[in-house]
C-alpha cells in the first residue's frame, strides 16, 4: 500500500514539475491540491507530499489552505545563471581547444544544430528547446571537467524553464539562437575561444534581454 503511494506522490511529482519547467503552469500561478488531484485523477495525499517536495526544492510555497504560490523566475536568478553558463562553456572551449578537438567537437555541434532546425521548421518547439540545451550541454561534456560538468547539468532544470519562457512559440527568437548557434559552431572549428566566449556573451544576453535585470 505504501508501495502505491509513493509511486502515486513521484508521478504528481514528475507531472506538475514538468508543467512549471515547460511553462504550462507560470510562475506567480496559486495552485490546490484539490485541482491537482482532480486533475491527476489521484487522492490529495500524494499531491500533498509531492508539493512538499517540490516546495524543499524550491520550486514553490505552501500557503496553508490557500494552496501553493509556484516560484517566479526572478531577474536576478537569471542574471546569475547566464554568468555561471558563459564562464563554464568558455572553459569548456578553450579545454576542446587546447586538447586540438576543437574540428571534432564542432562537427557534433553542427549535426545538433541541424536537428535543431528541423525543430523549428516543423514547429516542434518543445523539442526545439530541449535540444537547445542539448547543443551547449554537448560542448560543456567535451571540456572534459567532470566537475564542471555536473555543476551545468544542476543548471539544467533553471535553463529549461528559462528556455520555455523565451522561446515558447517565439519564432524570431528561435531563428536569432539558430544564427548564433551557427556562429558558435564555426568559431570552436576554427579553434578560437576568445570569439567564442564573445559571441557566447552576446548570444545569452541577447535571449534572456526580456528576464534579465
Not at 500524494?46 to 514553490?60: D, K, N, T, Y
Not at 523566475?73 to 586540438?100: F, K, T
Not at 518547439?125 to 547539468?153: K, M, R, S
Not at 524570431?172 to 556562429?183: F, S
Amino acid at each position: 500500500m505504501s508501495e502505491l503511494k509513493i509511486s502515486a506522490a513521484d508521478a504528481v511529482y514528475r507531472e506538475v514539475k514538468g508543467c512549471i519547467l515547460d511553462g504550462s503552469i507560470a510562475g506567480g500561478a496559486l495552485i490546490s491540491e484539490g485541482e491537482i488531484s482532480e486533475l491527476l485523477d489521484v487522492s490529495r495525499t500524494p499531491v500533498r507530499e509531492a508539493f512538499v517536495r517540490l516546495q524543499a526544492e524550491g520550486w514553490m510555497t505552501l500557503y496553508p489552505k490557500r494552496g501553493a504560490l509556484v516560484r517566479a523566475v526572478e531577474p536576478r536568478e537569471v542574471r546569475d545563471v547566464v554568468e555561471a553558463r558563459i564562464a563554464v562553456e568558455s572553459r569548456a572551449a578553450r579545454s576542446v581547444v587546447e586538447a586540438q578537438e576543437h574540428r571534432d567537437v564542432a562537427i557534433d555541434l553542427g549535426e545538433i544544430l541541424r536537428r535543431q532546425r528541423q525543430s523549428l521548421e516543423t514547429g516542434d518547439h518543445d523539442d526545439f528547446t530541449e535540444t537547445d540545451c542539448v547543443f551547449h550541454t554537448h560542448l560543456v561534456t567535451a571540456g572534459g571537467n567532470a566537475i564542471l560538468t555536473e555543476f551545468y547539468e544542476r543548471l539544467g532544470e533553471r535553463q529549461r524553464r528559462m528556455a520555455a519562457r523565451i522561446l515558447w512559440k517565439d519564432d524570431r527568437r528561435c531563428r536569432d539562437v539558430l544564427t548564433a548557434h551557427a556562429r558558435l559552431v564555426d568559431l570552436v572549428a576554427a579553434g578560437d575561444a576568445t570569439g567564442f566566449e564573445q559571441e557566447l556573451t552576446a548570444h545569452l544576453h541577447h535571449s534572456y534581454d526580456g528576464l534579465l535585470p
